[in-house]
């Protein structure tokens, strides 16, 4: 009998021995399978990173420096991030045609996939904002109302207070904001695009870009109306009072000649 009860096994043997499989079973996944993701990351970034740096010698570098270190021609790009590549190039700002007092938006000539490979490679040469992902600029979830308060506050001055844009000094505008993607009107508010100031989230936060973003979308959506009727272009009191000036002073003008006219007619008869 003393035999067999010293082959008994301890109560808690099988849980130990179930907690030792867990274990090495966890550490052999630890070692392994994150190790092979992150260098699978490491490895297609290194690669957009390559190809980005082609796409920027052949499209970039005779303005911005072969290194982005900039030139007499080209502001430096290091330090100015993913999002403000994303933005220049998306809107087919960037590579510009000519030297100007503001380059405008034009035709896009990248793919989707080469404006990634070069925001990559700008951003591998010092940290800058980031691309937005779309819940940042997504109109889901935002305070419009809040956001026509702070685009006033911040932004009519320059864009009016809809958008439609305006005329700056020296040759240079605040161009409309009608019918630019969500994710650009973000990333000009983050990175300041030529005459355009940046806000950080210091001076915005994301919460407050994403209800500008929506404000944005809604005064120039589809199903938008205007309660006065004819808009006049939307730019406020300066078209209205150019309106009434030439039309109401050239009435007033028109009446007083016919007057003059029959005055003058009585007179001889």
């Known amino acids: 009998m003393k035999k067999l009860s010293a082959r008994r096994r301890h109560p808690l043997a099988a849980l ?8 090495v079973t966890g550490g052999l996944y630890a070692a392994f399978a994150p190790a092979d993701k992150a260098q699978a990351d490491d490895t297609a970034q290194s690669l957009a990173i390559k190809e980005g740096k082609k796409l920027f010698a052949v499209g970039c570098a005779s303005c911005h420096g072969t290194g982005g270190q900039g030139t007499s021609d080209g502001p430096s790009l290091v330090g100015v991030g993913a999002a403000a590549v994303d933005f220049q190039v998306g809107t087919g700002r960037m590579p510009a045609q000519q030297p100007g007092a503001q ?10 996939a080469q404006i990634d490979q070069l925001a990559a490679y700008v951003a591998s040469l010092g940290a ?7 819940q940042q600029y997504s109109a889901a979830g935002a305070d419009v109302a809040k956001g026509g308060e702070l685009f006033r506050t911040n932004c009519a001055q320059c864009h009016n207070f809809t958008g439609k844009g305006g005329a700056l000094t020296n040759g240079k505008f605040a161009p409309t904001l009608e019918g630019v993607d969500p994710k650009h009107i973000y990333e000009a508010m983050e990175t300041g695009p030529q005459n355009m100031p940046s806000f950080g989230d210091g001076s915005l936060s994301k919460e407050n870009k994403k209800d500008i973003v929506a404000y944005l979308g809604a005064v120039n959506g589809d199903e938008s109306a205007s309660p006065g009727g004819l808009e006049l272009g939307g730019l406020g009191p300066v078209t209205e009072g150019l309106f009434g000036y030439i039309f109401g002073l050239g009435a007033l003008i028109a009446v007083a000649i016919w007057v003059a006219a029959r005055t003058t007619k009585a007179k001889k008869s």
Do not use: E, M, Q, S
């Not at 130990?16 to 274990?23: H, Q």
């Not at 800058?128 to 779309?134: F, H, W, Y």
């Open 16 to 23: 130990v021995v179930l907690l030792f499989a867990l274990a």
């Open 103 to 112: 380059v405008p938006r034009k035709r896009n000539i990248y793919t989707n």
């Open 128 to 134: 800058g904002p980031t691309v937005p992902d779309k």
